[in-house]
């Protein structure tokens, strides 16, 4: 049996007219919908059962985009996105507009995203999370749901929505789900439309660098984890130098007398892939790479344990991306 297709609705007094009968989980989006966005409505989905409800916004937020951005060409596909959002299991498509969302005009009182909000995207694309925020605070009140849905492709924004709703009670659950990621490893976004053929091979490079970012840190800890196995004794350099050549023998020990992790050692695996990008044609010019506390988005020391997240954004032709990976510092200690 075929699904119906889910409600679309563009008012918020049409989506509280609906009957509620379990939990409501909202996905919002500003529309363009990939496998990325259907992932996080299947994953609502099975949150909230069949009696719960699903409901996927649509709306391109102004107050997100800074001057010389994408806001007129960013893509609008309302029917296919509610086609999308239909299959994934969605229920309902809120897509309002910009009137009923700002009934009187851009704001003037706003939410504002505080220091983390000034670092990293928030630097590259001044007061693009406080219009991120105002607009997420508008749509939980106007959705009014029980827990809400975000990737972690946009690490940053997912931990300013749940500093935002922890210092502000809002009454809802924030869920982070992974990225997906396409065959090629490129993450999934809206955007990767607008890369020509030459282009996209050089925008592999940003995943290339996290993963060898991943690599890195694993080698390490694994390295670190097996020269720690020997006893400090003398026959130490001995057992160590069976690991391999003297210089890994060497590395080894240093390693197993390190502080955990080395987030210098991951900074130059990735930084040594994007150098390599930036001499393609087309090239790729580095926006930034940032190895960063989860909590507050500064950059970590070599003596961090626990997770970091491993961010980067660049510039290929006229696109922008970003994309990141979490990784566990100490994990073999």
């Known amino acids: 049996m075929t699904a119906a297709p889910p409600a679309l609705l563009r008012t918020a007094d049409e989506l509280h007219a609906r009957v509620r009968g379990g939990r409501r989980a909202v996905v919002m989006t500003m529309g363009a919908l990939h496998e990325g966005h259907a992932t996080l409505i299947r ?34 596909t309302l029917d296919a ?6 299959r994934a299991g969605a229920d309902a498509v809120f897509a309002p507009s910009v ?6 005009g851009e704001p003037q009182v706003r939410v504002t ?24 605070a508008k749509l939980l009140h106007l959705t009014r749901p029980d827990l809400a849905l975000y990737g972690q492709k946009d690490a940053q924004q997912l931990a300013l929505i749940r500093r935002m ?54 080698a390490q800890e694994a390295l670190r984890a097996r020269a720690r196995e020997v006893p400090a004794t003398e026959a130490r350099a001995e057992a160590l130098s069976a690991l391999g050549e003297s210089r890994a023998a060497a590395d080894a020990h240093a ?3 390190s502080v955990p992790g080395s987030a210098t050692a991951v900074r130059a695996a990735v930084r040594q892939v994007l150098d390599d990008a930036a001499r393609a044609t087309p090239p790729l010019e580095l926006d930034y790479l940032a190895l960063v506390d989860p909590a507050d988005f500064t950059e970590i020391d070599d003596d961090h344990t626990g997770e970091a997240v491993l961010a980067v954004a660049a510039r290929v032709g006229t696109t922008r991306l970003i994309d990141n990976v979490t990784l566990t510092f100490g994990a073999a200690s």
């Open 113 to 136: 995203a505080g220091p983390m909000g000034g670092r990293l995207e928030g630097a590259s694309r001044p007061g693009h999370f406080d219009g991120m925020l105002t607009v997420v």
């Open 255 to 257: 390693v197993a007398t």
């Open 165 to 218: 709703v922890r210092d502000l009670n809002f009454g809802v659950e924030i869920i982070g789900a992974p990225t997906v990621r396409e065959e090629d490893g490129l993450a999934l976004s809206s955007r990767n439309r607008y890369l020509s053929a030459p282009e996209r091979r050089t925008a592999l490079a940003l995943s290339q660098a996290l993963f060898a970012g991943l690599d890195r840190l694993a």
């Open 81 to 86: 996105d509610v086609e999308i959002a239909g």
């Open 43 to 76: 994953t609502a989905r099975d949150l909230v059962g069949p009696d719960g409800e699903v409901v996927a916004t649509v709306f391109v937020n102004p107050l997100q985009f800074g001057a010389g951005e994408d806001l007129d060409r960013y893509p609008r």
């Open 99 to 104: 009137d009923e969302v700002y009934p009187g």
